[in-house]
């Protein structure tokens, strides 16, 4: 079975995404300048021709369906933490429906699982459930997988990466969302790990243009399908 439901998000099979959630992860305090904004992301993310915005359900209702935007798909997260209370044991609570994200005119949903974490079996149980209401709907289901939790020593070693490639591959993910992990021969067994699952590159926090440039062109030549960043794009340095 090889249902296409990333279709609406490739170009020439790679993919640019702009992640704009990091209001609800992390706080306004990841939102510098104008970013704190949702159109000027929104009209960041037309002007740059991306293939996807990353959005959660409030911004969507009240920023993009039914707008102009729409030209750009969308993903709309649909679980999601705030990280105030710092829990060693990371769950991330579904807030909205598979069927919700496709009124609100998403063309796949996305779903944080922490690999690791002591409520990881809930998680990988909800993407389950996710990924078959979404090929159902004719959505793309993309995982975001990060290794987290106490039993995790290494949160971005290459072989916990690699892991959580595999686990995005076996679990039915069309496409995964996961972190740097340190060089272009470790990412190439990650993606090795992934199959037929496509790799995204997620960011992380803001570091100086050069080096986010050369994780790039090292997760690009090591056969990702593409980057998924917010951050490095959105919260450009003022000094
Ligand atoms: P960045 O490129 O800014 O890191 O965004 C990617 C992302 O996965 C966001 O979608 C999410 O808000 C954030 O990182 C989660 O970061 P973390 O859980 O590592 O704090």
Redesign the pocket.
Known sequence: MNNNFLQPFLHKEKALFL????G???GPK?LIGKSIDPEYILDLAVKGGYAGI?LQKGIAEKYYTGTKYQKVPLVL?IN?KT?ISQIAE?YSPINCSVEYAKKLGAKAV?Y?IYLGSKHEGKMLEDFGKIQEQAHKLKMAAIA?I?P?GSSVEDESSPEMTAYAARVGLELGADMI?I?YCGSEQTFQKVIQAAGKTKVM??????VEDGEILRIIESVMKAGATG???????F?IKTH
Not at 19 to 22: C, G, I, N
């Open positions: 992640a704009y959630d990091h609800f992860e992390h990841d990353i997260k999601g990280n990371p996305g944080t975001w990060y987290r969302k972190k590159l997620s960011g992380g926090p803001k980057i998924a960043v917010g951050r490095n794009v919260n």
